[in-house]
């Protein structure tokens, strides 16, 4: 079908979104994460098992994420801040959503860059300003693309990894999100 | 040929009153009958085109059955068994006519709505003096929703108009009617079964068009140029607030692509046919302009909404049909109007055999097809497929 070579498998994925259109049970995942209090606004953040398929599934490794405040937040900066794994989240799922509807279009990539700004506010967090929210007030991505497309077919890769992108729905939609004490 | 009311009884009571047709007056035939009127550009009001409707019926000397409607049909013995309200039919054969848009579909938080917002359909709307004064939600820009938000707005209320994914097209290209070119250049001759995605293709919304005598565009800059608010796809109601996509942006780049894309297959068919002398210089349109900040929430119970208008779609409604050919969807299983029954078959659906099927002209070619197959399946009483 395609002569590019980006390294995704599309017809896997192709393929797995026929089989799942008849199952659609086998399509229920759930990610996981457990989180440790360090010492400070320090943590660590475990990622190993998930379920999907119908059964319990696991990472080739466990992957252990710091987070923390930066100095200027009088903190010890033994990691990044959570809000920043929101971009981590959203640059890395737009990437991969971009890799592979270009190896689904027959694109061939030279290289991909992507620069995200969160803008962000503190006065929100830090309860200085009732008027000001939490989150993000707004996020920029920048892609800087080479690849054998034109300008258009390029901005089109773009906008189909945000369409299919679980992240940026995450980050664009709101989440029914449950927290309580075990 | 049952029809639950009189002849053209969808066009008569489920659009609104303003309401005409997308497609050019020459462009509106059936078999047989084309437009001999003074304005073959214009575009066919409600009375317009159940007037056509009914010179139809009248010279195919259709043998139609007026107020007689179906409500049950199940398989039996040697064929199928129908219920009407006018008694009970045996037949070999059923020809499923009922159309795509029986049903408005409204998603599942209109009922966190609060109670002081009134909310319509586009079944229930005629004409804006029947809403409230005060603001409007018009939710959906497909070419229903742009043509309510539109009307609405020029009424002088407020109108704030919800955007998911849409179609958006210029109402006229290099001088022509831009469904002349989707006719012309063969975009519309594309068969059922050559379309990359059909699912897809089937389930696309209405495009941003509107028939009016000025031909004038209904795009999304029209309607801000106007005064409407644009904010993105209604994604939930939480503690009576509206909360809206972030991903507005997304939703225009996507449409100002595939418009793109399509102006370019125009031009290339232009090119290669020789066409370019007839019609005028390649255009291109200014992107989708994104507001400066769109609002995420909206408070639905603050006053500033007094209405909200579901341009959310349409599903048809099979619930009269005791034969299990629905899937999962709603939708009717069947292959290019072949129904995944035997002897049943289906006209004037989305993308039925070809992309023109979802247009009034298109059932010609549709209907020649699928009738051929009954008529052999009758003649031949077996399951002969395709």
């Given at each position: 079908m395609t002569t590019a070579a980006n390294g995704v498998n599309v017809q896997a994925l192709l393929d797995a979104r026929e089989a799942l259109k008849g199952s659609p049970e086998a399509a229920q995942f759930v990610w996981r994460a457990t989180t440790k209090w360090r010492n400070g606004v320090h943590s660590t953040t475990t990622v190993k098992e998930y379920f999907g398929l119908g059964q319990e599934q696991s990472h080739k490794t466990e992957t252990v994420f710091d987070?923390?405040?930066?100095?200027?937040?009088?903190?010890?900066?033994?990691?990044?801040?959570?809000?920043?794994?929101?971009l981590v989240g959203l640059a890395s799922c737009l990437t991969a959503g971009v890799a592979s509807v270009a190896q689904?279009?027959?694109?061939?990539?030279?290289?991909?860059?992507?620069?995200?700004?969160?803008?962000h506010d503190i006065r929100g967090i830090l309860g200085a300003d009732s008027d000001v929210r939490n989150g993000f007030n707004g996020i920029k991505v920048t892609f800087t693309i080479d690849a054998d497309a034109s300008k258009q077919e390029i901005e089109a890769l773009v906008a189909q990894s945000q369409k299919r992108s679980a992240v940026f729905d995450a980050l664009t939609n709101p989440t029914d999100v449950t927290v309580e004490v075990a | 040929m049952l029809e639950r009311g009189e002849v053209a009884n969808s066009w008569r009571r489920e659009r609104w009153d303003s309401f005409r047709l997308l497609t050019p007056n020459w462009q509106t035939r059936l078999p047989g009958l084309s437009y001999e009127g003074p304005d073959p550009d214009g575009y066919m009001t409600m009375d317009e085109v159940t007037g056509?409707?009914?010179?139809?019926?009248?010279?195919?000397r259709a043998p139609v059955r007026t107020r007689t409607e179906v409500t049950s049909v199940r398989p039996a013995a040697d064929g199928y068994h129908v219920t009407t309200s006018r008694g009970e039919i045996g037949c070999r054969t059923v020809v499923i006519a009922s159309g795509a848009c029986n049903r408005p579909v409204v998603p599942p938080f209109h009922e966190a709505v609060p109670s002081s917002v009134e909310q319509l359909t586009p079944f229930d709307y005629r004409?804006?003096?029947?809403?409230?004064?005060?603001?409007v939600l018009v939710v959906g820009a497909s070419a229903t929703g742009v043509q309510l938000a539109a009307e609405l707005r020029r009424s002088g209320r407020p109108v704030i108009l919800s955007v998911g994914e849409h179609v958006r097209l210029p109402r006229t290209y290099r001088g022509r009617d831009v469904l002349w070119w989707m006719d012309a250049s063969g975009v519309w001759d594309q068969r059922y079964d050559e379309v990359d995605d059909l699912t897809r293709a089937r389930r696309l919304p209405s495009p941003q068009l509107v028939g009016t005598p000025e031909r004038a565009t209904l795009d999304l800059n029209a309607l801000t140029a106007m005064g409407v608010e644009l904010v993105g796809r209604w994604a939930a109601v939480r503690d009576g607030r509206a909360l809206f996509?972030?991903?507005?942006?997304?939703?225009?780049?996507?449409?100002?692509l595939k418009m793109e894309r399509l102006l370019g297959t125009f031009d290339e068919w232009a090119a290669a046919t020789g066409r370019d002398a007839e019609v005028g210089p390649p255009e291109r349109f200014a992107p989708t302009a994104v507001p400066a900040s769109a609002r995420l929430q909206l408070d639905l119970r603050g006053g500033e909404i007094r209405s909200i208008v579901w341009a959310t779609g349409f599903r048809p409604d099979y619930g009269w049909l005791d034969?299990?050919?629905?899937?999962?969807?709603?939708?009717?299983?069947h292959d290019g109007g072949v129904v995944d029954g035997p002897g049943m078959y289906a006209l004037g659906l989305p993308v039925l055999r070809r992309r023109r099927?979802?247009?009034i002209h298109g059932i010609e070619s549709d209907a020649r097809e699928v009738i051929d197959h009954l008529a052999r399946y009758v003649a031949q009483g077996s399951n002969i497929r395709k």
């Open positions: 987070a923390d405040h930066p100095e200027v937040f009088a903190a010890e900066d033994n990691g990044i801040t959570p809000i920043e794994y929101l689904n279009r027959g694109i061939q990539l030279r290289s991909v860059e992507a620069t995200l700004e969160g803008a | 056509f409707v009914e010179r139809f019926a009248a010279v195919s004409e804006p003096g029947q809403l409230p004064d005060g603001g996509s972030g991903g507005l942006r997304n939703v225009f780049s996507l449409a100002d034969v299990p050919v629905v899937d999962e969807k709603g939708r009717l299983r099927s979802t247009f």
